[in-house]
């Protein structure tokens, strides 16, 4: 990654630019190990090292430094600096070595790598990138500026908003998970709803959404989901929710938008969590919570507050065990 | 998915029609959403719209309906009724594009899509079903009926029974993880075992079952395996049993018949669990557990009453540790 | 899988052969369920069956057996008998069906199967072996000796050290998980840091690695990584430290060497885990843990000790809240 020099760099992230302009710095680093011919992100807080070639922060730092960029937000700086050089995608238009199959519907200005498969019946839009060794399935739909990683899988009717990324080896409309037991064995149910992902939806690598028994599972616009989760068929995810890895929301839940999840959380069938609920990483979620809820804990899930302090308690256990038998023995020397 | 008539789909369910034959229904809604155009399967006591197209139950709804059609098991019919609108897979025959080395094994019947990979002395059975994506290794068998979907991984040697689905992304026989420590680092012990999958076992998205280190990694006919599961080497799975997503299960760790695992449970190396063990989601086993034990909790699992009565009492530790507090000052001032 | 004779298996394992050296075993078994035709690896400790073929241990078993290989390390042992029956790759050189783009560098020795992709500016070293359905993306690097298993997705830019193992499915260098909260939405910020991984890594199925926000995220020589695990962006592991399955390290997360970690284990983001630090399966990792720990549990994880102290009163809290009414009720009759 080529860095411009400074003033090219305030630019670029909107921001007004102190002292030497025509520096150039020499790569990114985090601001406690920047050094002097390199550029940082401060968050006006953090550590930072003495001497640092370029800052960008909402206030000068107590370094020394060649250039420094004000900017109201410094995250959204780094956003549109970290823009500036992502790599353009490998591949433009359709390679000979894709396989379409005859009454795919494929936007003239979309890209198709080699070794991609879309099936019939299948539209693909605008500006949309299928990446080698995506799969797009019979009737399903991929909207405008989305992004399809290798080993993407896009199940039979499955419709993938706008401006969506979809990260390699995630799976939206496999089969639900549903069986009915019988003295033979798990009669399955077979499951021939499908997913809607809304615009701007973010699915993270190895992740899965299965298609619902009937009529549709969701995940709303604007919602961001990391590796490897598990979102159940029938579950609808709101707008805006947030949902760290290895989480997994099991059959019919029901979460509600700027939802925000650590990693490792789990949720039980057919549970509602409200919007704005947040939950800490491991919380094990077995009722509804109502909305704006902080909740943590896997024995199950409570308010955070409550659940921090039983358990600072528990590792109390065995004093408060000992003191409990002590009091007890001499309760009973005490009885006649 | 376009609907018959209320006869037609007495029919195929197997129930007896009330009501007007003739009624088409638009689409299949949960008992509580369907509006007065739509069918919906009622389970006898859930909450149902007032006003319903067709109901599928066991009982008559208190609702209003067109046509009501009676069945002895409501889950069987609306496997039925599904079972009948699930689209047919997407091919037919061996496509030109797929890739068979020579020495494999493909029955006439089978069918095998475009970039699809089968690996020589493979076999593939009759009615087998290879989505485009698909790898099948060198001497591994896929059985009659059974299903790959795409990034399905089938390693060297593996045996996957019939009628089994294996969704996408699922990893049958990478290598176990077994190291030997050295003074220089981990030394791998190469995994030359392979995996057995019984008769009509279901395989979820993005789950992992590892080769045994010589031997046999095992599911038994009928399990059904959720997304994201791990099942490590040499572990043993016996018949028709569940194991809900995100669960892992250590190496040698032997899981009996009839078996059902919530959502994130976990399980030690070498434990046995019995026969129809039912362990709460997030339980986390690390002994042995006696057949038709129901097991709940993290810290390790327990009997699942034992486990909820602790649980209830985990966020009374504080006012618990007042309490002590105050007995042990009152006793305290007391002494002389 | 055949064997040789006993007093090849000798030379092999680099043991001393007691009894029939011409003695062929059928078949490898655990020690409990060898029979007497097969070959057992014995520990020294655990059961052993009555008779067994050939034995190779450290000791004389108390078994009959008509070959005994004395060894000093038995795993050391089953480690060389297994890795001389591990099967060769299956495709060698270049497949005229993979996609090797224009300005690729493929070293002349290197082995790339069928339907394997190739981006410009990736380096493949020599002997490395690129299997079908593997994807290197533009400008990244592949070892010597390093492995790609099918649907191992490899970023670009991403560098892979030598005899590296990288299971199907394993995703290196997909978008770390950062946004900025915004009014509208959340704001990605894109992640254009790369991953390195040392020599000797191993990377199970389904892994996850993301590629650093800018710098990069680092996975050290010799770290062997499990099925379904998530590293984060910017995480930092050291050399040689094991990870089991389901794990999760959340971004910029600092794991120390010769860390071992069991399943499902959650680490926090930014915290530093240090040197031979041991963590049970399931323990939640919030804070920072100093070199050398043994840690357990998930509220949070601490010294595995007291944990197990404490979890083992989790389960005795109804009697000892019993007991605490009981002394307070008596307590308050003693009152005047």
Redesign the interface.
């Known amino acids: ?1 080529r860095l411009p020099k400074a003033s090219d760099i305030a630019r670029i992230v909107g921001g007004r630019l102190v002292g030497d302009g025509e520096f150039v710095p020499k ?4 601001s406690d190990r920047a050094g002097a011919e390199e550029l940082t992100v401060w968050d006006g807080r953090s550590p930072i090292a003495e001497e640092v070639g370029v800052v960008i922060g909402v206030d000068a730092p107590p370094s020394k430094y060649r250039a420094l960029i004000l900017v109201d ?1 410094y ?2 700086a ?2 549109k600096l ?2 500036h ?3 353009p995608h ?1 591949f433009r238009g359709v390679s000979p ?1 894709a ?1 379409v ?1 005859e009454g795919a519907h494929v936007h003239p200005e979309a890209h198709i790598g ?2 991609a ?1 879309v ?2 019946g299948a539209k693909v839009g605008r500006g949309a990138v299928i ?3 995506a ?1 797009v ?2 009737d399903a739909e991929i909207g405008e500026g989305t992004v399809l ?3 993407a ?1 896009v ?2 009717g499955v419709k993938v908003g706008k401006r969506c ?1 979809i ?3 995630a ?1 939206i409309g ?2 639900g ?1 549903g ?2 037991p ?1 003295s ?9 709803g499908r997913v809607v992902l809304g615009d ?1 939806v ?1 699915l ?5 959404v ?1 298609r619902a ?3 549709e599972t969701v995940v709303g ?2 919602s ?1 989901i ?3 989760v ?1 979102i ?1 068929h029938n579950v609808r995810v709101g ?2 929710t ?1 949902i ?3 989480s ?1 929301l ?1 059959g019919g839940a029901r979460i509600g938008s700027w939802v925000v999840f ?3 959380v ?1 949720v ?1 069938d057919h549970v509602e969590v409200g919007d704005r609920v947040m939950a800490a ?2 919380s ?1 979620i ?1 009722g509804n919570i109502p909305p704006g809820k902080v909740v943590a ?4 899930a ?1 308010d955070r507050t ?2 921090n ?3 600072a ?6 004093e ?2 000992s ?2 038998l002590r ?2 023995r ?2 009973e020397r005490d009885e006649p």
Chains 1, 2, 3 share one sequence.
């Open positions: 990654m790569g990114i680093a985090e937000d995250r959204m780094l956003a970290l823009e050089f992502a790599p490998p070595a396989f199959e080699p070794f498969y099936s019939r990446y080698p060794f799969y399935g019979p990683y290798p080993f899988y199940g039979w990324l990260h390699p080896g799976v496999a089969e998970f069986f009915v019988t033979e064995g798990w009669l399955r149910i077979p499951q021939v701007g973010r993270g690598a190895n992740s899965a299965d028994t009937f009529s616009e604007g961001k990391d590796n490897l598990q159940g707008e805006h947030v760290a890895a290895l997994g099991a650590g990693g490792q789990g039980a990483a491991g094990g077995s804990g896997k024995i199950p409570r409550k659940f302090r039983s358990a308690l528990f590792y109390k256990l065995p408060i065990y003191k409990l009091i007890a001499s309760l």
